[in-house]
Structures are given as structure tokens and as C-alpha cells.
């Protein structure tokens, strides 16, 4: 059974940095797209993705602040978030999709005070 294990959420001012960091339990490589979701009370929405190629893909909303990195080493695929808003306040999800089967971790939250 795949694992993945989200860490580095926290309480940030508007204008802050957060780092956050997800764990996979097998190769970051057998997975086509890896990538963060979000959902603040509403639905879950996307916030990043990188596929197995290494092209990337942004929300709008997150373009030029936020960055979707990962390291095969470690098996970890990490979202630096800078220039925080209070609206990026949101539980953070990291998944894993290969094929038609999808894998989330449970969740980290984030809360941007202005």
C-alpha cells in the first residue's frame, strides 16, 4: 500500500514562507503526476503537480509564489510557498496518481493571518 506523509504546515504572517514536504513510501518515479491540493471548507482544489518528465503545473492563484520540487533521493516531493495570503490558508494534500489509482496523505494545515 502506498504511503504518503505530509509535514511542515504551521501558522505563517501574510507575507511568510512555509515549506512543506511529502513522504512517499516507494520511488517518486513510478508515479506519472505527484502533485499538492488544498481545501479550505469547499472543494479540494489544485495547487501544484509535476509529472513523471518533470513539467510543472500551477493554479493560477499560485503562480510566481509557490514551487513544486522533488527529490528521487529522499523520495519526497516538496511545495515552497512564499508571499503567503491569507486566502492560501487551506489543509494541504500531497497525491500520487499512476495509471487510474490515486493515493493522498492525510493532510497538513496551513493558516496565513493577515
Known amino acids: 500500500q502506498v504511503q504518503l506523509a505530509e509535514s511542515g504546515g504551521g501558522l505563517v504572517e501574510a507575507g511568510g514562507s512555509l515549506r512543506l514536504s511529502c513522504t512517499v513510501s516507494?520511488?517518486?518515479?513510478?508515479?506519472?503526476?505527484m502533485g499538492w491540493f488544498r481545501q479550505a471548507p469547499g472543494e479540494r482544489e489544485l495547487v501544484a503537480t509535476i509529472n513523471v518528465g518533470g513539467k510543472t503545473n500551477y493554479a493560477e492563484s499560485v503562480k510566481g509564489r509557490f514551487t513544486i520540487s522533488r527529490d528521487g533521493a529522499k523520495n519526497t516531493i516538496d511545495l515552497q510557498m512564499n508571499s503567503l495570503k491569507p486566502e492560501d490558508s487551506a489543509v494541504y494534500y500531497c497525491?500520487?496518481?499512476?495509471?487510474?489509482?490515486?493515493?493522498w496523505g492525510q493532510g497538513t494545515q496551513v493558516t496565513v493571518t493577515s
Open positions: 497525491k500520487a496518481e499512476i495509471l487510474r489509482q490515486h493515493y
Open positions: 516507494e520511488n517518486i518515479f513510478n508515479f506519472n503526476v
